[in-house]
């Protein structure tokens, strides 16, 4: 586990990115400074080009900053090498994808499962967690499906049972329901947001889609590459997700 103290799980000082293209430099991130807490909801949000998914790659460590430092639970993870990177992740982030992102191959369970396959967990202990996670998805009768015999919410249910299953600190959630209706947006959204309060975990929501922010304890908005806004916001009472919790 990471620290648990009061500092911040995710921590950004002067982060700059710049993208050289031929003889053009877009400068995409300026001089971002931001503080992210322990169990928090936080939407990223922005119209398309204001830097937003370019600042989840960089939380994420799937880019290096030009400039500036990323620490998460105190690591600096933009110093982190590529290999170091990979078991960073492995061992404490989540991520839940607009385009789901399963293996075709591999049914609901196998890729619930897939996350404790990369922490050495022996198959059977593995399916079963896969299994009890579905179930508290809603999912139940899907174990055995693959994903192109489940729906689009269905198979972002067993994205986020595949981000959660390994209770992460931190889950990264990139326009998770830009393919779903409005009815599944709510369930899906709902439902990432009681995982994480239920497991005191962190979620760093990136979307244009100004709806989204109604899940979000804080909303950060970016406007070319800067932030121009940092208010904390009253989430409405939850409706029932469809989570079932032992």
């Not at 053009?24 to 503080?35: F, H, S």
């Not at 928090?40 to 790659?57: A, Q, R």
């Not at 600190?169 to 990139?174: G, S």
């Amino acid at each position: 586990m990471l620290e648990q103290s009061e500092k911040p799980v995710i921590s950004v000082r002067k982060l700059r990115k710049v993208y050289v293209m031929g003889q053009e430099r877009v400068i995409a991130l300026r001089n971002i400074n931001l503080d992210i807490a322990r169990g928090e909801v936080c939407c990223i949000f922005g119209t398309s080009g204001s830097g937003k998914s370019t600042l989840l790659n960089q939380l994420a460590g799937l880019e290096k900053p030009t400039h500036g430092v990323v620490r998460i639970g105190g690591v600096p993870i933009s110093s982190l090498n590529e290999n170091e990177l990979a078991a960073f992740r492995q061992k404490h982030i989540g991520f839940v994808f607009q385009s789901y992102n399963l293996l075709p191959e591999l049914t609901a369970g196998e890729n619930v499962a897939m996350p404790l396959m990369f922490k050495g967990i022996p198959y059977e202990t593995r399916m079963l967690e896969a299994k009890k996670m579905l179930c508290r998805v809603g999912l139940k009768d899907r174990i055995q499906h693959f994903p192109s015999q489940m729906s689009g919410g269905q198979q972002q249910r067993v994205g986020i049972a595949r981000a959660f299953i390994t209770r992460p600190e931190v889950v990264f959630a990139d326009e998770p329901t830009g393919n779903l209706d409005s009815k599944t947006t709510k369930e899906v959204m709902h439902m990432i947001r009681d995982f994480a309060k239920r497991f005191h975990q962190t979620i760093v929501l990136v979307s244009h889609d100004p709806e989204m922010t109604e899940y979000a304890d804080r909303i950060i908005t970016l406007i070319d590459g800067e932030i121009v806004s940092d208010v904390h916001n009253e989430v409405k009472p939850e409706i029932d997700a469809g989570i079932v919790m032992e």
